[in-house]
């Protein structure tokens, strides 16, 4: 795989990655856990924060040179699907 974005090495965006699927799951988790007692900004800013994540994600993923159709699918079933619950 070729990287599309030398600005850091496959390692370094594998590491962003890693980070950003820790903090992901941690966040769906605690939304599962607590939503139902939250006002609804909160809800807001806390799928907003996963969404942010899933798009780093999605950035390093592209950088790295992963093929754009693999990358999409896995946005769409992995980081929006739980958020719409």
């Known amino acids: ?3 599309r ?3 850091n090495s496959l390692e370094g965006y594998q590491e ?3 980070k950003k699927e820790k903090f992901i799951q941690r966040d769906i988790k605690e939304y599962e856990e607590n939503h ?3 006002l609804k900004d909160r809800i ?3 799928i907003a924060r996963i969404y ?3 798009n780093q994600i999605l950035i390093s993923k592209y950088s790295m040179g992963q093929p754009i159709s693999s990358i999409m699918e896995e946005y769409k079933t992995k980081f929006l699907a ?3 619950h």
Do not use: A, G, R, V
Request: charged share 25%.
């Open 82 to 84: 739980p958020c719409h």
């Open 44 to 46: 807001n800013s806390h």
């Open 36 to 38: 139902e007692t939250w």
């Open 16 to 18: 962003i990655i890693d």
């Open 52 to 54: 942010m994540y899933s």
């Open 1 to 3: 795989m070729e990287l």
């Open 5 to 7: 974005d030398k600005l």
